[in-house]
């Protein structure tokens, strides 16, 4: 008879203990059910279009007043709960469109040049200091501070733009481009620091304290613009 009561009792030991994982089971099939499983982190889960159709539901939009910016858009969404889903996991629920994969991919390398590097640093765009320079590539360059010489050696392309074919001025055929070194062929006094000819004696102007000649109007201002690249120190 004990041994009968015992049989009994374990199985309905058993039997509950059976019907507990079953309601446990339902239960956390019922918690995640609407719930991204963990293999499913890195896949695309939006179902809308974000537009006429809720980017995370795919519903139809009854109106357009709930919404967030995603990749410099405007995205809606059916309710605010989506809209917060979509906030923590973006990448998830909007895709980006081509247009906006094809600027991410060149955001790294986008043109970031402020100055000329000659009067003006090409790092902040402020006035440079004459005695700080760099050389990228054969190319001299002049920024205002120390730090902004060793960020333009690093990445010369972001911030230097490329040099154009050296213009002609007037006939003289003095380069208009940058400069990299001295480049001064008179004395300013009876000869044209840009070219070399003979100056004239109407083209005249004060820079770094001194009256300077020049052949023509376009020299006057090339020697301006970079008076340490064409006039000899006194």
Do not use: W
Not at 72 to 90: H, I, M, P, S, W
Not at 109 to 132: H, M
Not at 158 to 176: C, M, T, V
């Amino acid at each position: 008879m004990k041994i009968k009561n015992c049989l009994v009792y374990v199985s309905c030991l058993v039997a509950l203990l059976l019907a507990t994982a079953a309601t446990g089971m339902a239960q956390t099939s019922h918690q995640h059910e609407n719930q991204p499983a963990a293999s499913d982190a890195r896949k695309f889960l939006g179902k809308g279009d974000g537009v006429t159709t809720c980017a995370v539901t795919g519903e139809e939009l009854a109106d357009k007043s709930i919404h967030g910016e995603f990749y410099g858009r405007t995205v809606y969404f059916c309710c605010g709960g989506c809209l917060a889903k979509a906030q923590q996991n973006a990448a998830l629920y909007v895709k980006p469109t081509a247009v906006e994969q094809a600027k991410a991919a060149t955001a790294g390398s986008q043109f970031l040049g402020k100055g000329d590097g000659i009067e003006t640093c090409p790092v902040t765009g402020e006035a440079v200091n004459k005695s700080l320079k760099g050389e990228v590539n054969g190319r001299t360059f002049y920024v205002c501070c120390a730090g902004c010489i060793e960020t333009v050696e690093e990445n010369p392309e972001l911030y230097l733009k490329p040099e154009k074919a050296s213009d002609k001025h007037g006939d003289h055929g003095a380069a208009s481009g940058t400069p990299s070194g001295f480049l001064g062929k008179g004395d300013g006094v009876t000869t044209c620091p840009v070219t070399g000819e003979p100056i004239s004696k109407d083209v005249k102007a004060q820079i770094g304290g001194r009256t300077v000649y020049a052949c023509c109007a376009g020299c006057l201002a090339t020697i301006s613009k970079n008076p340490d690249l064409y006039l000899k120190k006194n």
